[in-house]
């Protein structure tokens, strides 16, 4: 089982260009969540869902969207990329909305 | 909202347990403490959590005070592979919420 994957591992963007970042679980997890960290701090919470055709905001959703397109796939779209989005982006997944998160091994954009 | 306050850093020698305090004083009676750490820029990686009860798995133990205000995360014997930033989380507003953790240096 690869677990989580997130793609592409590594990004550089120019401000105001659009990408989307990918995640895939293979864990059959119900609950789907991305998250930010910037240099030294925690992690940041900006999307989750807790099922299948469900999404909502988390701590900092402002500049994002996502997609739960099928319980397999999460994604996270930037569609005016700017400086302040420079971050590592990671991925997580869990059984249930309660449960243990596993996480992908991050995905780092950098905006330009 | 539940918060935690983790000291900022800690030092522990090879081979001793490592004690890794967590304050949660405004935790509500239903929410769980969760333990992360991550290692280098990796994902977290889950370590225990618990509710009331003192909890022990393959990496480490969750000490809970009575009054649940506060928790001690133990590795029983540190190795330098458990040199890593370790998270406490409570649950806010139903989502894991992670603080600034405490950075574990374990030393030969």
């Known amino acids: 089982n690869a677990g989580v994957t997130q793609t592409p591992k590594f990004q550089v963007l120019k401000t105001g260009q659009s990408m989307t970042l990918q995640c895939a679980q293979d864990?059959?997890?119900?609950?789907m969540y991305w998250y930010r960290q910037d240099p030294g701090m925690g992690l940041r919470l900006i999307y989750y869902?807790?099922?299948?055709?469900?999404?909502d905001k988390g701590e900092v959703p402002n500049g994002y969207n996502v997609s739960r397109l099928n319980k397999r796939e999460f994604s996270l779209r930037l569609e005016s990329a700017a400086p302040s989005q420079t971050s590592v982006y990671f991925c997580?997944?869990?059984?249930?909305?309660?449960?243990?998160?596993?996480f992908g091994e991050g995905s780092r954009l950098t905006v330009l | 909202d539940a918060k935690t306050t983790q000291p900022t850093s800690m030092d522990c020698a090879e081979g001793r347990a490592a004690n890794l305090p967590c304050n949660h004083s405004t935790i509500s009676g239903n929410e769980y403490v969760y333990w992360y750490r991550q290692i280098h820029s990796q994902g977290p990686q889950y370590i225990i959590h618990g509710l009331k009860n003192n909890e022990t798995n393959e990496m480490a133990s969750l000490i809970i005070t009575e009054d649940r205000k506060s928790s001690t995360l133990i590795l029983p014997h540190a190795t330098l592979r458990d040199t890593a930033v370790y998270y406490c989380i409570v649950k806010y507003s139903n989502k894991l919420v992670f603080g600034a953790g405490t950075i574990l240096r374990v030393k030969s």
């Open positions: 864990m059959n997890h119900n609950s």
């Open positions: 869902s807790a099922s299948e055709g469900t999404t």
């Open positions: 997580a997944s869990s059984v249930t909305f309660e449960g243990e998160l596993f």
